[in-house]
């Protein structure tokens, strides 16, 4: 289906009253094409909604004397292919589990948590410190961590067990579920490499 020659556009760019006419008159093809890609009917008039403002800001840019619903059909298609990309990424989220998992604390209970953590880790022998900062912070392995304080892998291992049992007992955790957002601390209390 061909359109009609249409006049320029109006010189402050847009549409005119001649394309608003023609836009309203594409409707039922562009619903029906919507439908087709979405057997959605909400969704359908979402996109044929989302084409029409979209043609009608760049009207500046459609060839006159073209197929207007081949550039309206385009326009949706585009559209449409564009918000399918975007729901790819998305998460079906419906009873809020993932939602959940991505709340953060209050800024001043981190900082109450990271003070006693800090004061916790301080108290640890300097041995057991340095260990679980290798492994647990630095994601050093035990083997490299081991290199660095010249000790065996065994006595790595060692330490660090101990220091995160330490750990938790200190700040009277159950286990490392207990511990807040703060990635160090789950790494320095969590299992290791």
Same mark, same amino acid.
């Given at each position: 289906m061909?359109?009609?020659?249409?006049?320029?556009?109006?010189?402050?760019?847009?549409?005119?009253?001649e394309m608003r006419d023609l836009l309203l008159g594409a409707i039922p093809a562009l619903r029906a094409f919507a439908y087709s890609l979405t057997y959605n009917l909400d969704r359908s008039d979402d996109l044929v909604q989302d084409t029409l403002v979209r043609a009608w800001t760049k009207a500046d840019s459609f060839?006159?004397?073209?197929?207007l619903?081949?550039?309206?059909?385009?326009?949706?298609?585009?559209?449409?292919?564009?918000?399918q990309r975007k729901r790819k990424r998305e998460v079906e989220d419906g009873d809020g589990v993932h939602?959940?998992?991505?709340? &953060?604390l209050p *800024?001043?209970?981190?900082? =109450?948590?990271?003070?006693? %953590?800090?004061?916790?880790?301080?108290?640890?022998?300097? &041995?057991?410190? *340095?260990?679980?900062?290798? =492994?647990?912070?630095?994601? %050093?392995?035990?083997e490299e961590a081991a290199a660095i304080c010249g000790v065996a892998v065994g006595t790595?291992?060692?330490?660090?067990?101990?220091?995160?049992?330490?750990?938790?007992?200190?700040?009277?955790m159950t286990g490392t579920d207990d511990i807040g957002a703060d990635a160090f601390t789950r790494a320095a209390a969590g299992s290791g490499p």
């Open positions: 061909t359109c009609p020659s249409i006049r320029p556009a109006s010189p402050q760019g847009g549409a005119d009253a060839q006159r004397g073209t197929n619903t081949a550039w309206l059909f385009t326009i949706l298609r585009n559209l449409f292919y564009s918000e939602a959940a998992r991505l709340t &953060s *800024e001043q209970e981190i900082r =109450v948590e990271m003070r006693e %953590f800090q004061a916790a880790l301080d108290g640890l022998p300097l &041995s057991q410190r *340095e260990a679980l900062v290798l =492994v647990g912070a630095q994601s %050093f392995t035990y790595m291992k060692s330490r660090v067990s101990r220091a995160r049992g330490r750990l938790i007992e200190t700040l009277g």
